[in-house]
């Protein structure tokens, strides 16, 4: 594999920190959206989006990252992003109005888009191919500390301070990785940029966006019966048919289409999809129903939610001999792991415990940095050096549209299946089955005293929710398991090679 130089070591770890920046960010703030919901008044739906809108606006200012690294250099898209993002994180903290919160998280959205996809980019191309595997592995290491940090840091600061402060810490962090980022990158690819390609990227921008509040209102206004959501559709297929066309009939498109020809290239995007779709989904569905349905405080909340990155980080031991053992089974069995994780969590009843959150959270984790390594070695492993920032670009952008829309699919499986849950509970209850309730409802008083009813509809409505729970972690359990087989679509390629 050949050692590393002193430069090097300093690449990695200022690509390191402002991944974990990047990755503490997302998830504090997954940790802290039950209290944001009673701090701005917001219902479920509305407090969903304060993660959807920044997971949207990541996505679509993504595509800009290849054209602005040609234009700026690394050290200065870097820099400028990573001083963008932690200055947009502390006004976070001081807004007072959902909208306010959700302007300033599409803000920074925007400023985070490049730092995953050139962070990757760096690494590919600072490095032999034959490194790959263990320098991808050791940014995962880093990569993971958000998801073990961010849970903890969030579910503490709540406790100790409030919400806003949750915001206003990341400001040391940024300061360190923009001191990390102005010492380590230099201002390579400056220069080289083409002409912009404004048609193809307003295209993908509108595709991108129409995508996402199909997704986000199509449930409330009862999908297609909806005139909105049908305009949303049509405008999402027609302007990705759109950007398609253009892209092959350009001179200067936004993403040349040499890209797209790459087999494991294409092969990768489908599974950075699903990755994405993978990766955001314990972390929305936990929180809520840890603290509504069973009163847990947010600080517990987050060491349950950390251990996801424990997972991750138990996986780096094995991820990078496995690798180049052989990429394609790693990833299948990673995929597969996932599934038995989406399996358990499925298996899931109103009494679960903290040890049933905890445990079943670090197999997934596990399973999902047992397959992040080898996508993404297999995924560039055959792709000219010259397309890898575009491509990182792109790969960062299906990841995120994955992440998006999969937490918008999740909350449209929970809602349908609480309503039906409820229904159907609800109705199951009559005069004539009150004997089967009767020694539960004996324990207070009269049947048909009206705290009663209160209690029973309150217990319902705690039931129901749970199915909706169980429901959405069923979809994590297809996901996976009906991607792994993709796996074995790459084509290998020995490591050494370029």
Aim: hydrophobic share 55%.
């Amino acid at each position: 594999m050949g050692s590393l130089s002193g430069r090097q070591w300093l690449i990695l770890l200022s690509v390191q920190f402002t991944t974990i920046l990047f990755g503490l960010t997302a998830t504090s703030v997954t940790v802290i959206l039950p209290q944001l919901k009673g701090a701005l008044s917001a219902t479920q739906e509305q407090i969903s989006w304060v993660l959807t809108f920044n997971l949207v606006a990541t996505a679509i200012a993504t595509p800009l990252t290849g054209w602005l690294a040609a234009k700026l250099g690394w050290r200065v898209l870097m820099a400028c992003s990573v001083t963008g993002f932690t200055l947009t994180s502390v006004l976070c903290g001081l807004v007072d109005s959902l909208e306010g919160l959700l302007a300033l998280r599409v803000v920074q959205g925007a400023f985070g888009a490049p730092i995953f996809p050139m962070g990757q980019t760096i690494l590919l191309s600072s490095f032999h191919r034959s490194q790959h595997p263990f320098i991808i592995m050791m940014w995962g290491v880093g990569g993971v500390m958000g998801p073990i940090i961010g849970p903890t840091f969030g579910g503490l600061v709540t406790d100790l301070l409030s919400w806003r402060w949750t915001f206003f810490l990341i400001l040391p962090l940024g300061l360190v990785a923009l001191t990390c980022v102005l010492a380590a990158l230099d201002d390579q690819e400056k220069g080289t940029a083409r002409r912009f390609d404004h048609i193809g990227f307003i295209f993908i921008a509108i595709a991108i966006a129409a995508a996402q509040l199909l997704f986000d209102r199509g449930q409330r206004n009862d999908w297609f019966d909806s005139s909105e959501t049908n305009i949303e559709a049509g405008l999402a297929a027609l302007f990705f048919a759109m950007f398609a066309i253009h892209t092959v009939t350009s001179r200067a498109p936004l993403f040349e289409p040499a890209t797209f020809r790459d087999r494991n290239f294409a092969v990768g995007t489908a599974l950075a999809l699903i990755m994405g779709m993978l990766q955001y989904g314990p972390m929305v569905l936990f929180p809520p129903l840890l603290q509504e349905l069973h009163g847990y405080p947010e600080a517990l909340i987050g060491y349950l939610i950390a251990s996801r990155g424990l997972g991750n980080l138990g996986s780096f031991l094995i991820v990078a001999q496995l690798t180049r053992l052989s990429p394609r089974l790693c990833l299948a069995l990673g995929l597969g792991i996932q599934a038995v994780a989406g399996l358990w969590m499925g298996s899931f009843d109103i009494n679960l415990t903290s040890n049933d959150v905890m445990w079943s959270n670090m197999l997934h984790g596990f399973g999902f940095g047992l397959s992040y390594t080898p996508m993404a070695v297999l995924a560039f492993s055959t792709m000219r050096s010259r397309y890898l920032t575009q491509g990182n670009a792109i790969f960062a952008l299906i990841r995120m549209l994955g992440s998006s829309v999969f937490v918008s699919l999740i909350l449209v499986v929970f809602a349908h299946s609480v309503a039906e849950a409820n229904l159907n509970l609800a109705s199951s209850i009559t005069v004539f089955t009150r004997d089967l309730i009767a020694p539960w409802t004996t324990a207070f008083t009269h049947f048909d005293d009206s705290y009663v009813k209160a209690r029973l509809a309150a217990e319902i409505q705690r039931q129901a929710n749970m199915v909706g729970y169980i429901n959405a972690f069923h979809l994590m359990t297809l996901v996976p398991l009906l991607t792994a087989p993709l796996a074995f679509l790459f084509v290998t390629r020995h490591p050494g090679e370029r």
